[in-house]
């Protein structure tokens, strides 16, 4: 029986395949890595780009730390638009239609905050009690043994 030259240990056709895209398309490569930094998933990036989706994860396993230095740069540039947005607000305030700009404002800011680690949601849990709990709360207190004194002024 011939021995298989095949050795499934060492073939990887994933990274056989990332090696070639980033030795012979580096501005894709780069531009998977960008696609993920925006928080693309890599199904997405597949479409996208026509890069299959292991090659897409693969590249973003291997460079987590590009993408954590994508993702501030992002944070800085969309720092910069909601300032801009905001003097524009301000400045042609009437010349614009507010539902567009509001819009644009809010997304930027919201992703200015996401990509700066900031909170862009607030979830709060209230434990309110129910008219029957307020009622068994009333009735659990315990009852004060006064005695009415009559102003015998008034009387």
């Known amino acids: 029986m011939e021995r298989s030259v095949?050795?499934?240990?060492t073939f990887d056709h994933v990274q056989d395949q990332v090696d070639l895209?980033?030795?012979?398309?580096?501005?894709?490569?780069?531009?998977?890595?960008?696609l993920l930094a925006?928080?693309?998933?890599?199904?997405?990036?597949?479409?996208?780009?026509?890069?299959?989706a292991a090659v897409v994860r693969r590249i973003r396993d291997l460079h987590p730390e590009t993408l954590s230095q994508i993702r501030q740069t992002?944070?800085?540039?969309?720092?910069?638009a909601a300032q801009n947005?905001?003097?524009?607000?301000?400045?042609e305030a009437d010349q614009l239609d507010p539902g567009d700009i509001g819009k644009t404002l809010a997304i930027v800011v919201d992703k200015?905050?996401?990509l700066s680690g900031h909170a862009t949601a607030r979830v709060e849990h209230r434990?309110?009690?129910?008219?029957?709990?307020?009622?068994?709360?009333?009735?659990?207190?315990?009852?004060?043994?006064?005695?009415l004194i009559k102003d015998k002024a008034a009387g």
Do not use: C
Not at 38 to 52: D, F, L, M
Not at 127 to 147: G, I, K, S, W, Y
């Open 74 to 80: 992002l944070a800085m540039n969309l720092a910069e």
């Open 112 to 114: 200015h905050l996401l």
């Open 6 to 9: 095949f050795q499934p240990s």
């Open 85 to 91: 947005l905001t003097e524009r607000l301000v400045e």
């Open 38 to 52: 925006a928080g693309h998933s890599p199904t997405k990036v597949t479409k996208w780009t026509g890069i299959e």
């Open 127 to 147: 434990n309110v009690p129910t008219p029957e709990e307020l009622q068994a709360m009333f009735e659990a207190l315990p009852m004060a043994n006064a005695e």
């Open 21 to 34: 895209l980033g030795s012979k398309f580096p501005k894709t490569y780069d531009q998977i890595i960008t």
